[in-house]
Antibody, heavy 114, light 106 residues
Framework: EVQLKESGPGLVQPSQTLSLTCTVSGFSLTDYSVHWVRQPPGKGLEWMGVMWSGGSTAYNSALKSRLSISRDTSKSQVFLKMNSLQTEDTAIYYC????????WGQGTLVTVSS | DIQMTQSPSFLSASVGERVTLSCKASQNINKYLDWYQQKLGEAPKLLIYNTNNLHTGIPSRFSGSGSGTDYTLTISSLQPEDVATYFCLQRNSWLTFGSGTKLEIK
């Protein structure tokens, strides 16, 4: 069974760095891409970036300067790091398996607040 | 970057009614258009991919069509369980979601 699960801190202070982990099971990171998508409360979805199966990455141009995605294939984990967080980065952060987003994690709410 | 405009942003319709949601791209997206349903408190759920392909397990009352820059999601007979927000996603050039259509029962 394909599963994805996000984990990380629920609260981050402004200007600090967000670190999230997506732990997957039921498939290999070397066979499928994993994307990060976020959703501010009550608002729409924003594609953030992707870890391709081959190990390369791509990012939303609006976030590229602040965002980094990496992985540990031995642990079936994909990591998201985003720096210089502001209140507008408060959102539910999802990881999802590509190329079609048929499988999603449950999402993790990150609140940026002092 | 490709922009996706969904309309309407809010729709109220009766059970059994035929409902059409629209998504317009700022440039040709070559039918790389998917539709997602998101119910309150849940992750999005894939309904249709590549314009008109019904994802596994999705009821046949959902259908998609379109080409070029204009795409539609149709629900042939609205059911109470279809209350949700619907998002389109273009995958032709990187990825961009539409802003969503919130669908409720009248």
């Amino acid at each position: 069974e394909v599963q994805l699960k996000e984990s990380g801190p629920g609260l981050v202070q402004p200007s600090q760095t967000l670190s999230l982990t997506c732990t997957v099971s039921g498939f290999s990171l070397t066979d499928y891409s994993v994307h990060w998508v976020r959703q501010p409360p009550g608002k729409g979805l924003e594609w953030m970036g992707v870890m391709w199966s081959g190990g390369s990455t791509a990012y939303n141009s609006a976030l590229k300067s602040r965002l980094s995605i990496s992985r540990d294939t031995s642990k079936s984990q994909v990591f998201l790091k985003m720096n210089s967080l502001q209140t507008e980065d408060t959102a539910i952060y999802y990881c999802t398996r590509g190329p079609l987003f048929a499988y999603w994690g449950q999402g993790t709410l990150v609140t940026v607040s002092s | 970057d490709i922009q996706m405009t969904q309309s309407p942003s809010f729709l109220s319709a009766s059970v059994g009614e035929r409902v059409t949601l629209s998504c317009k791209a700022s440039q040709n997206i070559n039918k790389y258009l998917d539709w997602y349903q998101q119910k309150l408190g849940e992750a999005p759920k894939l309904l249709i991919y590549n314009t008109n392909n019904l994802h596994t397990g999705i009821p046949s009352r959902f259908s998609g069509s379109g080409s070029g820059t204009d795409y539609t999601l149709t629900i042939s007979s609205l059911q109470p369980e279809d209350v949700a927000t619907y998002f389109c996603l273009q995958r032709n050039s990187w990825l961009t979601f539409g802003s969503g259509t919130k669908l409720e029962i009248k």
